[in-house]
């Protein structure tokens, strides 16, 4: 698989655009926080894929339009969530801690957004871990791994072979948002689909499950700015 940066001028606009070939049979298009993706089969050439922008052009603009601005560097002050909550970010603290208001950084505060990251995947191994064996032991299914992921694509997966993944990003939002998402992931484990049977268990698990998706909807491109 080879990735490639392009530009096209279209609509008296620059347009970015990164081309990923793969063994897929059409093309696709993506759009997250690093832009415009479009994924090209192997044999269909580059001038394909201006055509399918081009075709797609509003489309396009639209969803780039809606994305987030990309955050800024973190600061003494700064605010950042947690498990939903909003906190107070310190920024060079002699060790890392939480409180109920704050979050206190250990470190150099010119890394803060690094060690931010860290301590975010740190703390989303075991939370997940402990609300996936839990969930997993009241809907009688066991995944074979509870992995991280840093997909801006997606905020979890479940694999045939039965791991599951979880989008560290999560640790910023409400744990029954999490909650859902793990519920979602281990219900692949029983229908690797989106079939109405895949829905009634993730809704005999989490009947409010449509206004947590809605919460992700609404709130995930804040979160996806880290």
Known sequence: MAAGRHCVQLAGRALEYSVVRSQ?????????????????????????????????LAWIMRHLDALPPPRGALDDGSQVAWLGQPR?????????????????????TARADEALVRLLQRSARSHFAERTALWAGRMG??????????ARGRWGSCSANGDIRLNWRLMQAPPEVIDYVVIHELAHLAELNHSARFWALVEQACPDWRQLRAWLRLNGGELLRL
């Open 24 to 56: 897929r049979r059409s093309i696709g298009l993506k759009i997250d926080a690093q832009g415009l993706t479009v994924q090209l089969p192997l044999r269909v050439p580059l001038t394909e894929a201006e055509a399918v922008i081009q075709r797609k």
């Open 88 to 108: 107070l970010l310190r920024l060079g603290a002699a060790r890392t801690r939480l409180t109920e208001t704050e979050l206190w950084l250990q470190g150099d």
């Open 141 to 150: 299914l066991a995944p074979r791994r509870v992995l991280l992921t840093s």
